[in-house]
């Protein structure tokens, strides 16, 4: 059996480093996307491919793909698109500048790399597997998620219309919608004690997430064990969205 190869972007992050751990054990061979190469914390000494760009460029996701194709003699069948970034900001206190790097880094980046995927797979005539990242946000209102809600719901969306059109050609796309998960990016959110309680408190199983929380969902929907899924949005969020935490009295 080919061993499988599989595409993660904004590989320098946490959940990136979770996953890319997760699939090395199964097997997969790995392509590495970051815009900062040197920040990625996987045994480079293993079987895999680092490339540098930014893939919310126009462009750029092509570039990376035909990088594959001379590099590697084929493309890959799975794509893990985990770039993005985090922007907790009330509408009004939005500046133009950080409203366009949210757009640019979370649709935009999506847009261009699950186009060049399929565009891939389809001239390859080969079938594959894609999994992105949403939010709790675009399940519900959080006070000062504006941005990040519009966008990702909008991941939510093209998700949908992906799998309606392209599962004819045995591409699945699904996405998880998590909590928040401690990671390098967030790490401001947890200034102290309390501050940590507190948020592990909004969460029903009485935890925030961690990065392999996140990691072992995608690694999920990638895997054969989801063959039959596609179009869906899987939280992963400890009932953040589905029910209220007890509170005892």
Known sequence: MTQPLTLITGASGGMATALGLH????????ILVSRHPENIHLDLQANHTVIQSDVSRSGAADEVLAQCAEKLGRV???LAHLAGSILLTPIHRTRDADYQMALNANLHSTFYTVRAFISTLLEHKQAGNIVLVSSVAAQMGIANHEVIAMVKGAIEGLVRSVAATYSGKGIRINAIAPGLMRSPANEGLFVNASAEKNIAAQYPLGRY??????????????SAEAAWITGQILPV?????????????
Request: charged content about 15%; hydrophobic content about 40%; proline content about 5%.
């Open 23 to 30: 699939l090395h054990a199964q097997g997969h061979q790995l």
């Open 76 to 78: 890959p069948n799975n």
């Open 209 to 222: 997430g961690q990065s392999d929380d996140g990691a072992n969902a995608l690694a999920w929907l990638l």
């Open 237 to 249: 969020d400890g009932g953040f969205t589905a029910v209220r935490p007890f509170v005892k009295a």
